[in-house]
């Protein structure tokens, strides 16, 4: 597609060239086919002075696509390129922000920083000099001798960056830094951090950054790359906002907002049928296109969570702006998305240009009082999702109409792995118990008809 962003004459430091990832290659898959794809096909280039942020659904590959780059773990196919050679192991030229901040609690905020320049050979002073320098510029002057539960989470995410700053990383790579923080302290330490990077007060030459955080990304982005899932693919990669209309007030930074809500939650949906005349510079990948799932998957929501997003929308009229939905709850996209999804998969409410809008059952569910709303429930699990269907119609057939876990367990994992075999019956016992479908008795892993005494009778 069009040319990039005006930075074809930067220098490309890091370029990801026809990567694809499979976990758990050469395992021995008894059930699933096949170890699934994870990363498929990702082309990306990562250039000097640019910061770039890197959003996705849950699962999308986003921290499998960091650790890709950094060298950390190897592509399945393709290869990762610094500065036009092939990497065959870590990065030493790049560093690692985690949102853990991952300190050593017995060691001192100095002890860990310098602990990040262990790898390269330095005298005692000059590694004692960098660290204090490095802990200097990301203000924590006065708290070298402190320990890590001395500090509070914001201090102790400092230290995390002080100690990736001071080796002076060309390449600054942050995996969802600011999401374990509260929202003032994320709120501060964002911005001291773009003012390190504007004012060129750290060495780092390109900044790429893993978020959920849509307002996160577009606040300091040049350029946002969107992932899909199943398997992980680069969707679309978006130019960030001028510096100047940066900031949750500007009506670049809303629509720029919007548009992202719209991608993320049209996941089949051709990209360049989203975007505005207006952004031509956006770069589509359409070579990736999302393929159909073996088998409907749930979204891991409670019922309860999906009802109260419908009482929302109801009360604001029957149609919201995801974005607004999303800060409304203080919900980050990727809590938000698997809600919207529930709702889409029972019917219950439409995704339209990135608003939710309530279906005509919608409305009547969220008007409707207690027992109204679980029998709307039931009848939308029925009819929409494969799962609760599944296990209905096979406990009407059974004995006794009751049947063990692993009846369904076995199942599911003809096509999910095992432990997201084990997640989906878990969610499906959720809705199900819910819709008073059939009942589930933990200590015995057994499922029964909820009517099923009514079944006996009429037999
Ligand atoms: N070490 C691993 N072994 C096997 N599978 C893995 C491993 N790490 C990740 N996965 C799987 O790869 C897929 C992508 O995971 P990844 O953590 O990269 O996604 P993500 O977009 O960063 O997700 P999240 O936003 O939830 O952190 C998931 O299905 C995950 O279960």
Redesign the pocket.
């Known amino acids: 597609m069009a040319s990039l962003f005006n930075n074809k004459q930067q220098e490309i430091l890091l370029e990801a060239r026809n990567v694809s990832k499979t976990?758990?290659e050469g395992k021995k898959q008894a059930k699933s086919p096949q170890a699934?794809l994870?990363?498929d096909n990702i082309q990306l280039e990562i250039r000097s002075g640019e910061f770039v942020a890197i959003l996705?659904?849950?699962?999308?590959?986003?921290?499998?696509?960091?650790?890709l780059l950094a060298g950390l773990?190897q592509p399945t196919t393709g290869e990762i390129l610094f500065k036009g050679v092939p990497q065959y192991g870590p990065n030493p030229h790049l560093a690692i922000v985690f949102q853990s901040f991952a300190l050593f609690p017995w060691l001192t905020v100095l002890q860990n920083v310098e602990l990040g320049l262990q790898a390269q050979e330095l005298t005692r002073t000059q590694r004692m000099k960098r660290a204090l320098a490095a802990i200097d510029t990301i203000g924590l002057d006065g708290f070298e001798d402190a320990y890590p539960k001395e500090l509070s989470g914001g201090m102790r995410q400092r230290v995390g960056f002080a100690r990736a700053l001071v080796v002076e990383p060309e390449l600054l790579f942050m995996?969802?830094p600011f999401s374990a923080l509260d929202v003032l302290t994320a709120a501060n330490l964002r911005k001291e951090l773009m003012s390190l990077w504007e004012a060129h007060n750290m060495p780092t030459k390109a900044i790429v950054m893993?978020t959920?955080n849509i307002d996160e990304a577009v606040s300091m982005a040049d350029r946002i790359v969107v992932?899909g899932?199943h398997p992980?693919r680069i969707r679309v990669e978006l130019p960030g906002l001028a510096r100047e209309q940066r900031g949750l007030q500007t009506e670049e930074h809303t629509a720029l907002t919007d548009l992202i809500y719209r991608i993320m939650t049209s996941p089949q949906e051709d990209v360049s049928a989203l975007l505005p005349v207006t952004m031509p510079s956006s770069k589509t990948h359409p070579q990736a296109a999302a393929r159909p799932r073996p088998y409907q998957a749930l979204p891991h929501v409670s019922i309860g969570d999906v009802t109260g997003l419908i009482e929302l929308i109801h009360a604001s009229g029957g149609r919201d702006d995801l974005y607004k939905i999303g800060r409304q709850l203080h919900l980050e996209v990727?809590d938000l998305l698997p809600l919207v999804e529930a709702a889409d998969l029972l019917n219950l409410a439409d995704t339209e240009e990135g608003d939710l809008v309530l279906t005509e059952k919608g409305q009547r569910f969220a008007a409707a009082n207690v027992q109204e709303e679980k029998d709307i429930f039931r009848e939308q699990a029925m009819a929409n999702i494969s799962i609760l269907r599944k296990i209905v119609q096979d406990l009407e057939q059974a004995p006794g109409h009751t049947l063990p876990e692993q009846h369904f367990l076995e199942f599911l994992e003809q096509h999910f792995?095992e432990?997201?075999a084990q997640a989906q019956l878990e969610t499906a016992i959720n809705w199900g118990r819910y819709a008073e479908l059939f009942g589930f008795q933990d200590e015995r892993g057994a499922f029964r008809l909820e009517d099923a005494e009514e079944l006996a009778i009429n037999e």
């Open positions: 976990y758990d699934p994870v990363l996705g659904p849950s699962g999308s590959g986003k921290s499998t696509l960091l650790r773990i995996d969802e893993v959920h992932l899932s992980g990727d792995s432990d997201e």
